[in-house]
């Protein structure tokens, strides 16, 4: 038994730190919405990112334009320069990473902004503290029917 708790805890270990050894800089060169953006790698090449644990809406939808405007606004405040921590990728192949713009993680702006729906259930499954602060902000937003809950 102790045998089979040590492996896994040290598999969940490998795979983490794996996961963190690849974040890297880049440069957002296109934001397709508040919630993905095209990142540049240090080798020039452009990855899909979607951010992680955050839901926007659709293209089309009410506030869906905002929350575009709002992550467009950060990182062109912060001359478009990014901080990725990868977090695994989507059922369809696009990577998911917590995109840290200006030392404020993107998803945190979104969710102040009243702007996104933080899948707490993800957060649970990767250990990732930070969706605590993000929750706040969106039970706050519900509270006071701002945003994406003004209705």
Same mark, same amino acid.
Do not use: Y
């Given at each position: 038994?102790?045998?089979?708790?040590?492996?896994?805890?040290?598999?969940?270990?490998?795979?983490?730190?794996?996961? =963190?050894?690849?974040?890297?800089?880049?440069?957002?060169?296109?934001?397709? *919405?508040?919630?993905?953006?095209?990142?540049?790698? +240090?080798?020039?090449?452009?990855?899909?990112?979607?951010?992680?644990?955050?839901?926007?809406?659709?293209?089309? =939808? #009410?506030?869906?334009?905002?929350?575009?405007?709002?992550?467009?606004?950060?990182?062109?405040? @912060? *001359?478009?320069?990014?901080? /990725?921590? +990868?977090?695994?990728?989507?059922?369809?192949?696009?990577?998911?990473?917590?995109?840290?713009?200006?030392? %404020?993680?993107?998803?945190?702006?979104?969710?102040?902004?009243?702007?996104?729906? /933080?899948?707490?259930?993800?957060?649970? %499954?990767?250990?990732?503290?930070?969706?605590?602060? @993000?929750?706040? @902000?969106?039970?706050?937003?519900?509270?006071?029917? #701002?945003?994406? @809950?003004? %209705?």
């Amino acid at each position: 038994m102790k045998i089979l708790l040590f492996s896994i805890f040290f598999s969940v270990l490998v795979a983490t730190s794996a996961l =963190a050894t690849e974040k890297f800089s880049g440069k957002v060169v296109t934001i397709i *919405d508040g919630a993905t953006l095209d990142i540049a790698k +240090p080798d020039g090449q452009i990855e899909r990112i979607r951010l992680f644990a955050i839901a926007v809406p659709q293209a089309g =939808a #009410k506030h869906a334009e905002a929350a575009t405007k709002r992550t467009t606004s950060r990182c062109h405040q @912060w *001359d478009n320069v990014a901080e /990725v921590f +990868p977090m695994g990728r989507g059922k369809d192949g696009v990577a998911v990473a917590r995109v840290i713009v200006g030392q %404020e993680d993107i998803a945190n702006v979104l969710a102040k902004a009243c702007l996104a729906r /933080v899948n707490m259930k993800l957060c649970r %499954e990767q250990f990732t503290p930070e969706c605590v602060g @993000w929750n706040a @902000w969106e039970l706050q937003c519900r509270d006071e029917k #701002k945003g994406l @809950w003004a %209705e």
